[in-house]
């Protein structure tokens, strides 16, 4: 078993300087959607992507059939709370219109009404979950759908860092690096809890849907490093502030250790992303890890909607 | 210094007649592929030497380009010797007369923003590499890393602007052990080093990808190590010229003679980073403990997304 942690300065507080509040906003909501991501499985995001559809459209059928009578399940003099599927809703009357859905891991809103109006939103939604607020999707810029996002993102758990193969390796974090059998090493990484798997030898990838992860093959070069390529990677983020890769990216790293003086022994990995799609030459980082002791400090920690 | 007897023996080599120096080159080098196969034999570790030279193109995307805030030193593990240095530290010091044409130490080669340009010194009897030379910035003097297993000098050995590196090959990765810098800085915003840190770095090549960590220390200002690592790419279109250009003094404001400083409790921008992004002082000050994951768990209840700004935004009047 080996633990590594990362050294690093504090780039995702940094990541946030310069922007606007209006381009805050932005990156944040985005930042939300795709961290979420990075903590799902496939199949649950494909899930989650379902409810999201049939949130939006249960939202646009609302805005363009306004007039069809839902059935009423709450209502108060300031809000109504609209019960349009078994786990859809509609509250009213804080600003635009809110759809609510209610999944089993947490709750997607689109829109987010009046900022005055929140706290009472908030409320509402507990009335009827208590599971964390996941997403907010904005279908506008104005006050009257952006307002409560600040607060109700206060409510949320889910957010986002740079995740799936491109970007994991380059946030503050640990690695457990363990073999998983006698083909396949298993990096389990703590933020946001995602696991990558290194197949070696002839391993075939099966013929699934592009993920997170991708296809990891990987092979030995000399005395010591390691070789990884992979594909069939779903698009994500290589940033926190939005700068994407796509479903075309491929992905090429090594992994080198080397020894310090003291006795310290870095994990060092060099990472070249290359998609044709959104970069017009290859991104190239590294990032180091240092081997520690035991696993006392190993503290896989999901994703957090505050940091 | 040791080097001054392999020195030696390349001038006396150009004395000697053509017919016994083509002899002496054959049986040095027909010494050698003979001793390679023993010292397998007999379990001593041969390392593969890997070819580094070339014009090395900066490509580290997450680069220093811009440079840092007047006082951001997050993930530096400074001690209160380092961070107190650091916050006298004003930026005018570089238009000092004095200070325009004070090159960085060896260090800035993990901090400063060009490509590299590394070539190799033979010995021409064996062709073994004697030493690899990266070449000069404006602002930065070249480095030697000796590579025929000279010592380092004494302690008390002037410290030249290069500082003193040897090198050795481990597993196709050349390690280089730096000392004799002089005091310079390990952030381009007066975070000190002092004359005694050394740094050890490891030249990782990857096909046309040279990767480079580095590991400072310095008993003095740091209670770590500080690590860093850099990516350069091999580009032969866009060579890298091995010196830079010539220093020129100019007026830029300080009088000869004055040192812009600030007095303890006085660096007006010991606030900035919190004013601007909200983060935590004591993050920005730095320490052993802001490099390590869990210090963001430690201060998160302490951060707040910054407020809607209206003006200056992107300042430290920001409002």
Redesign the interface.
């Known amino acids: 078993m080996i633990i590594y942690f990362r050294s690093s300065r504090m780039q995702s507080a940094v990541d946030f300087e310069g922007l606007s509040p209006r381009r805050f906003s932005t990156s944040l909501r985005r930042k939300k959607t795709t961290s979420r991501q990075h903590c799902l499985g496939d199949h649950e995001i494909t899930m989650v992507r379902k409810k999201m559809r049939s949130a939006l459209f249960a939202a646009l059928m609302l805005g363009t059939c306004g007039s069809a009578p839902p059935a009423r399940a709450q209502a108060n003099e300031n809000i109504e709370v609209l019960r349009i599927r078994p786990s859809f809703y509609v509250i009213a009357g804080a600003g635009g219109n809110i759809g609510v859905q209610i999944g089993t891991d947490g709750v997607v809103l689109v829109d987010a009404g009046a900022k005055g109006d929140s706290g009472q939103v908030l409320a509402e939604i507990r009335k009827l979950t208590d599971q964390p607020i996941r997403y907010i999707i904005n279908t506008s810029a104005d006050a009257d759908h952006v307002g409560g996002n600040a607060d109700l993102a206060k409510a949320g758990r889910s957010i986002f860092l740079v995740g799936g193969a491109a970007g994991v390796m380059r946030l503050p974090e640990r690695l457990h690096i363990t073999w998983q059998d006698d083909t396949t090493l298993r990096i389990d990484i703590d933020a946001g809890v995602q696991t990558r798997l290194f197949h070696f030898g002839d391993w075939k990838a099966p013929a699934t849907m592009p993920s997170w992860q991708g296809d990891s093959l990987a092979q030995w070069e000399r005395a010591g490093s390691l070789k990884v390529a992979t594909t069939h990677l779903r698009g994500g983020y290589l940033r926190k502030n939005g700068v994407p890769y796509s479903d075309n990216t491929n992905l090429m790293e090594h992994y080198d250790v080397v020894s310090e003086r003291n006795g310290e022994i870095w994990l060092i990995v060099t990472t070249t992303v290359r998609d044709p799609r959104y970069l017009r030459q290859p991104y190239i980082t590294a990032a180091q890890f240092k081997k520690e002791p035991d696993a006392t400090r190993w503290d896989p920690t999901p994703c957090s909607a505050r940091w | 210094m040791g080097s001054h007897s392999l020195l030696g023996e390349m001038v006396a080599t150009e004395r000697t007649p053509c017919a016994f120096k083509r002899w002496r080159k054959f049986v040095i080098r027909s010494q050698t592929f003979l001793a390679l196969p023993i010292l397998a034999v007999l379990g001593v570790p041969v390392f ?1 030497q890997v070819d580094l030279s070339g014009s090395w193109a900066y ?4 680069g220093n380009v811009g440079g840092p805030r007047p006082v951001d030193y ?2 530096l593990p400074l001690n209160d010797a380092g961070r107190a240095r650091a916050l006298s530290y004003s930026e005018s010091q570089l238009s000092m007369p004095e200070r325009q044409c004070l090159f960085y130490a060896p260090t800035y080669l993990m901090l400063g923003p060009f490509g590299l340009k590394i070539w190799n010194e033979t010995n021409p009897d064996s062709g073994s590499t004697i030493a690899w030379k990266i070449g000069a910035w404006e602002d930065r003097a070249p480095i030697t890393i000796w590579m025929d297993g000279r010592p380092h000098p004494s302690k008390n050995a002037y410290h030249e602007k290069g500082g003193f590196t040897t090198g050795v090959w ?4 050349l ?1 280089t ?1 730096t000392t004799h810098m002089k005091a310079n800085m390990i952030r381009r915003n007066g975070t000190p080093s002092s004359d005694q840190a050394t740094m ?1 770095l ?1 030249f ?1 090549r ?1 096909d046309d ?1 040279l ?1 480079v ?1 580095a ?1 400072v ?1 310095d008993p003095i200002y740091l209670s770590e ?1 500080v ?5 350069f ?1 091999l580009d032969p279109e866009a060579p890298i010229p091995s010196a830079g250009p010539p220093c020129i003094v100019a007026d830029e404001g300080p009088k000869e003679g004055a040192v812009p400083f600030y007095l303890p409790g006085k660096n007006p921008f010991v606030g900035e980073m919190t004013k ?4 935590p002082e004591e ?1 920005v000050l730095g320490g052993a403990e ?8 430690k201060i ?1 209840d302490n ?1 707040v ?2 407020g ?3 003006r200056d ?2 300042t430290p009047t920001g409002r």
């Open positions: 593969a490509r580290s995307a997450l997050e993930g481990e597993r196709e990765i390690t052990y050890t490891h990782i990857h990808l990767t960590t590991s220390e190590p690590h860093w690592t850099r990516m790419q601007l992004y909200n983060i993050a802001t490099m390590y994951p869990e210090f963001r768990k998160k951060y997304i910054p809607k700004c209206v935004c992107g």
